[in-house]
């Protein structure tokens, strides 16, 4: 079992960077694949990107490409995503999930795929 902490979040203009950490407890980090999801106000809970265990494989959503980016520290247990050039379409509460895996270089897109979740970290982008 895993616990995950969500960080980083806040109020930022439109345009600047935010980086936000997803930190975990347990033992094991290396043998979850990991996702950062997000849910906006009124809307549905939406995959932002998607990592394998070792980092070597990533996914993004096609709206985060280019201006987000996903990475994994499994020597700290924590899971990161930059994200850049924000805009008021980003408002949103960030999740970070984890799914065992016994596959390595794989990722995982589905909110369904995911077993642990953390409790969120608010991000608002003000225009």
């Known amino acids: 079992q895993v616990q995950l902490v969500e960080s980083g979040g806040g109020l930022v203009q439109a345009g600047d960077s935010l980086r936000l950490a997803c930190a975990a407890s347990g033992r094991f980090f290396s043998v979850y694949a990991m996702g950062w999801f997000r849910q906006g106000p009124g809307k549905g809970r939406e995959i932002v990107a998607a990592?394998?265990?070792?980092?070597?494989?990533?996914y993004y959503a096609d709206s985060m490409k280019g201006r987000f980016t996903i990475s994994r520290d499994n020597a700290e247990n924590t899971l990161y995503l930059q994200m850049n050039t924000l805009t008021p379409e980003d408002t949103a509460i960030y999740y970070c999930?984890?799914?065992?895996?016994?596959?390595?270089?794989?990722?995982?897109?589905?909110?369904?795929?995911?077993?642990?979740w953390g409790q969120g970290t608010q991000v608002t982008v003000s225009s």
């Open positions: 990592i394998s265990r070792n980092g070597d494989l990533t």
């Open positions: 999930a984890a799914k065992p895996t016994g596959i390595s270089r794989t990722y995982y897109s589905e909110h369904s795929d995911y077993v642990y």
